[in-house]
């Protein structure tokens, strides 16, 4: 069984470009998050999907950054314009009804200069 | 104070030796607790769930004290795979919207020949 999987894997932009990063969760898992890791700190939400509704992006900074999962399967999350302070990996996980076991992507390690 | 604290770390232990994570929880409500690893440069992956009765796995053996809301995993005989990052991660309930995953720091284990 695939797992999710993440593209890209690196990206290096300069301030105030736009960046996008795109996720395929597991097949059937209908709950899809973005996580956001800063260096030497555990990941923290940005935002999570049941099916194709956000139901909470309580911490997403909408000024900046926004999400969709159009046909509840693949996300994008987007940041526009890019801060120096955005550098960080962006994970997503997915995970299936009530189970708590969350299956993380690889990541997408951002640079931004 | 942070929701969930654990040790600083790193942890720089002998193969052989026995180690020992705490963590705290700042939320009562919280009612699922995990250990995560995260190798270096990985994401992170789910290690074992933390029972109220404690439970072990092999050499891990996690235990959950729900009145002092604290969290512990041992790890016995430490073998040089075991060297990650280990994630405490507490499940905070969030009104009709199932739980939300609260993660550590992260505390870095080395294990040296």
């Known amino acids: 069984e695939a797992g999710v999987v993440q593209s890209p894997r690196y990206k290096i932009i300069e301030k105030k470009q736009p960046v996008a990063f795109w996720c395929n969760p597991i097949s059937g898992h209908n709950t899809l998050y973005w996580y956001r890791q800063n260096l030497g700190q555990g990941p923290e939400l940005l935002i999570r999907y049941e099916n194709e509704e956000a139901v909470d992006d309580s911490q997403l900074p909408k000024d900046r950054f926004s999400a969709e999962r159009l046909k509840g399967v693949d996300s994008t999350l987007k940041i526009q314009p890019a801060e120096l302070g955005d550098s960080a990996v962006y994970l997503c996980a997915s995970s299936t009804g009530n189970s708590y076991e969350q299956y993380f992507g690889p990541g997408t390690r951002l640079t931004v200069t | 104070r942070k929701e969930v604290e654990q040790d600083p770390g790193p942890f720089n232990v002998p193969e052989g030796a026995t180690v020992a994570f705490n963590c705290t929880y700042s939320?009562?409500?919280?009612?699922?607790f995990f250990w995560y690893r995260q190798d270096c440069r990985k994401e992170p992956k789910l290690l074992m769930s933390v029972y109220s009765s404690g439970n072990e796995d092999g050499r891990f053996t996690a235990q959950l004290n729900r009145a002092s809301q604290y969290i512990s995993l041992l790890i016995r005989d430490s073998k040089l795979s075991d060297s990650a990052t280990y994630l405490c991660?507490?499940?905070?309930?969030?009104?009709?919207?199932?739980?939300?995953?609260?993660f550590g720091q992260g505390t870095e284990l080395s294990v040296k020949p």
């Open positions: 991660v507490v499940n905070l309930p969030i009104y009709n919207q199932g739980g939300k995953l609260i």
């Open positions: 939320n009562s409500a919280s009612q699922s």
